[in-house]
């Protein structure tokens, strides 16, 4: 299976594509009737996931112009506009400064680098119903002394899918066949992994039905593991495999509840306290919304199994709720954010209790990567203020401490301390956080993020120290 999906879906982008265009004639195609003339549709927002994007807007001649929208919509069809190929790209440079990686424990020095990240991609639609949407991605971590996987791809697939979208019944359908990125809710368990400079990607077979207000899930996916060896070397395996079934439900235009069944497997599974075969088991439960200037966020997953010869049981909880107050100026909103993932209890027993975030949004915390969900108990207030309409400011202070003494502190994304494992003392530490965001134009932003974390004793005794972290970013999308 090794590098398999990759491999099919390159040849289907560069020969299916051209038949499937040769392929679409009048008579198979729906015809769409033009807009009113009293509705002008809007140009497209350059999106988080960019294969959403509908460019075929630009078919209206009344839809403004701007520079190379004739890479971004090329009609292949002279009576259906939503048969197009487009064309873009994404840029984000950041800057970092960390003075104390994993708390600066195991010969972590002061780290000042960039993470660069290219992306460029093709994005071909047909008649509304099929898509073939590839992107390549160039990553670099200039002047970073120990990159990580996280850190570097010089060049490598980062998508390369065929989609599929047919009316079922009353519903719509959608397949998804190919190397793909998706995520969950806040992403604090799956997510892209957009903090990082590599963004996580599956090689999967991606399947949903919406029929509203219901929306069903079920893919099998291989997590795509960077190599870096040399270019396109990226790959996906069978000993490292995760699945989900999921229903959502929406129970009002600004609630909604879903709840999945994931199995997630690997054959060399590494932690402190075991290692091995990994089978674990998970079970989550969602439910979020907004109602009246409140807006909540609360999600909680338990986890069994096994991993070598111990039996798991872990689980974790994460919530998030807030007021804004819609009628002051900045609209502020008040927040807070509570959340707490098991450790193990006894490191010579038979269960394996350390909650495995499995693919965490690492800036769910912060960006300076201090903070993981495995063995943490996490409370986090903070006030969010909007200067201008285009301009984001929080502040915020948290306060951490471990599940249980038993097991260590774990940094970003699990993991754990070197010496704190079984010391003595719950508490590990605060932080205060700031963080600035400007859109400057629709298509370029802006970011600076400052942590502080103070330290407590139980990292010190270990070889830690306080630690500051700042990023500056620039994001540019085409």
Request: proline share 6%.
């Amino acid at each position: 299976m090794r590098r398999f999906f990759s491999a099919f879906v390159a040849a289907a982008v560069l020969l299916v594509t051209p038949l499937l265009v040769s392929f679409v004639t009048p008579a198979a195609v729906a015809q769409q009737s033009a807009p009113s003339s009293a509705d002008v549709p809007a140009r497209p927002s350059i999106l988080f996931n960019r294969w959403q994007e509908d460019w075929s807007v630009l078919a209206d001649p009344r839809v403004s112009r701007q520079p190379l929208d004739a890479l971004k919509y090329i009609p292949l069809s002279s009576s259906d506009p939503k048969t197009y190929l487009s064309f873009g790209a994404t840029v984000r440079e950041r800057f970092e400064s960390n003075n104390a990686v994993n708390f600066g424990t195991g010969g972590n020095q002061n780290a000042n680098y960039l993470l660069s990240r290219t992306e460029l991609h093709a994005d071909l639609r047909i008649a509304g119903q099929i898509q073939v949407f590839a992107q390549l991605q160039s990553d670099f971590a200039p002047w970073k002394e120990k990159p990580t996987p996280v850190d570097v791809n010089s060049l490598d697939l980062e998508q390369a899918f065929v989609a599929l979208v047919e009316p079922v019944g009353k519903g719509i359908m959608k397949v998804r066949l190919g190397r793909q990125q998706f995520a969950f809710d806040l992403q604090r368990f799956v997510s892209v992994r957009d903090g990082p400079n590599v963004r996580q990607s599956f090689d999967a077979v991606w399947a949903d039905y919406e029929l509203e207000p219901w929306r069903f899930i079920a893919f099998y996916s291989q997590p795509v593991q960077v190599r870096n060896i040399r270019p396109f070397d990226d790959y996906s395996t069978g000993q490292f495999t995760f699945s989900v079934v999921r229903l959502e439900r929406k129970l009002s235009k600004t609630t909604g509840l879903s709840a999945y069944y994931a199995r997630y497997a690997q054959d060399n599974a590494q932690y402190l306290n075991a290692s091995g075969v990994e089978r674990r088991d998970v079970a989550d439960i969602h439910f979020a919304g907004a109602e009246n200037g409140f807006d909540w966020d609360v999600e909680a997953m338990v986890q069994a199994g096994s991993v070598g010869n111990k039996t798991i049981f872990a689980w974790a909880m994460g919530a998030i709720a807030g007021y804004t107050f819609a009628d002051v100026s900045m609209t502020p909103r008040l927040g807070l954010q509570f959340d707490i993932g098991s450790g193990t209890n006894d490191r010579n027993g038979s269960v394996f209790g350390t909650f495995n975030p499995l693919f965490p949004n690492g800036y769910y915390f912060t960006l300076g990567g201090f903070t993981s969900y495995s063995n943490l108990i996490h409370i986090k207030p903070s006030l969010t203020v909007r200067p201008t309409k285009s301009t984001r400011l929080m502040l915020a202070a948290a306060a951490q401490w471990r599940q249980t003494t038993a097991d260590a502190v774990y940094a970003q994304p699990n993991v754990p301390v070197p010496g704190t494992a079984g010391q003595p003392g719950s508490y590990t530490g605060s932080y205060g956080q700031l963080r600035f965001d400007w859109t400057v134009t629709p298509y370029l932003n802006f970011a600076v993020e400052a942590v502080y974390f103070v330290v407590s004793d139980v990292i010190r005794r270990a070889g830690g120290r306080d630690g500051s972290y700042i990023g500056v970013q620039l994001a540019f999308g085409w």
